[in-house]
């Protein structure tokens, strides 16, 4: 009796996670778009497109010559999606790791600075 | 250039260093966890369910739920903090004993999201507690809840070493 029980169980391929200890086994399973990331630097003079469609005001984009530098903080992101989608440039993509958290709140602020040489 | 954000961190390495040890040490082995809504949409509640269910078994590692906050080692605070839920959050925090962690979940418990511009809005939960790990993402999945609760255990350890 026990013994059909389990064998039904594994048949049907149901497992408990293995994570932390397999983390990037079990992160790799799947891909979720929780989390974007900046690439690298926007060269982009005219466009404010990010800035502007960011619900959450979690993009910020400060003007230096020839490009803007930019600033991202994962801690006010709601994932919609809308700067990966609508970037010409192609400067945000959704980052791999989704299991982010911090101890400190800082740490979620990524930046890029402006600068063609960047 | 490109932010870090630690895809590569060893969390076998971790085991090695004995995660499993400390949460022995500390919580005997039973960290338990106290979630607290205090003005969320209730996708973060599904996550933070998600944690107890078969798959993620978060009792596998040691960590419970438990109803009371006297019985709780963490409080895990989701959604925007509204002001009639301040006063609340203030005394289920003051009824834990010590040492009580703090875990800020989802974009709303960190920042606001999408309700940082209302008015019924208190303001992040750091403002009003101290917090030993942030968890963003709207909702965060399961997997980043489990790293911001070992997180929080790892954090106090290292204040106490410093
Ligand atoms: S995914 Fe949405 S909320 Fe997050 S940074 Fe991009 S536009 Fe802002
Ligand atoms: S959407 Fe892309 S190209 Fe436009 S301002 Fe933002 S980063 Fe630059
Ligand atoms: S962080 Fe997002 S999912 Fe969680 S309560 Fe706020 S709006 Fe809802």
Redesign the interface.
């Known amino acids: 009796m026990r013994a059909e029980w389990l064998l039904s169980g594994l048949a049907s391929g149901r497992v408990t996670t293995t994570y932390p200890r397999q983390r990037e086994q079990e992160l790799s399973r799947r891909r979720w778009n929780s989390v974007p990331t900046l690439n690298g630097p926007c060269s982009d003079t005219a466009c404010r497109e990010c800035s502007e469609v960011c619900p959450t005001d979690a993009i910020t984009r400060v003007e230096t010559q020839g490009n803007a530098a930019l600033r991202l903080d994962v801690g006010a992101c709601i994932a919609c999606g809308r700067c990966v989608d609508r970037c010409p440039e192609g400067v945000f993509s959704w980052a791999e790791a989704i299991d982010r958290a911090e101890v400190r709140k800082e740490r979620f602020i990524s930046t890029v600075e402006g600068g063609a040489d960047q | ?3 870090d ?5 060893d ?2 390495e ?2 090695e260093q004995g ?1 499993s040890a400390r949460l022995a040490r500390y919580f005997g082995h039973s960290l338990h966890i106290r979630h607290i809504d205090v003005g969320s949409c209730n996708a973060c509640e599904s996550e933070v369910l998600a944690l107890s269910n ?4 978060f009792h ?1 590692l040691g960590l419970f739920f438990t109803h009371s906050p006297r019985h709780a080692d963490v409080l895990l605070v989701t959604g925007a903090l509204t002001r009639a839920m301040a006063p609340v959050l203030r005394e289920t925090y003051d009824a834990m004993p010590r040492p009580r962690l703090v875990v800020a979940t989802g ?1 709303c418990a ?5 309700f ?1 511009n209302s008015s019924r809005f208190v303001g992040p939960v ?1 403002s009003v507690l101290p917090v ?7 909702p ?2 399961p ?6 609760l ?3 255990i ?2 106090r350890e ?1 204040a106490k070493s410093s």
């Open positions: 250039m490109t932010a954000h630690g895809i590569h961190a969390w076998d971790l085991e995660m078969p798959y993620y078994n596998r974009v960190l920042h606001g999201g999408v940082a750091d030993d790990a942030y968890i963003p993402g709207c965060p999945n997997y980043a809840l489990l790293q911001g070992l997180k929080a790892q954090s290292e």
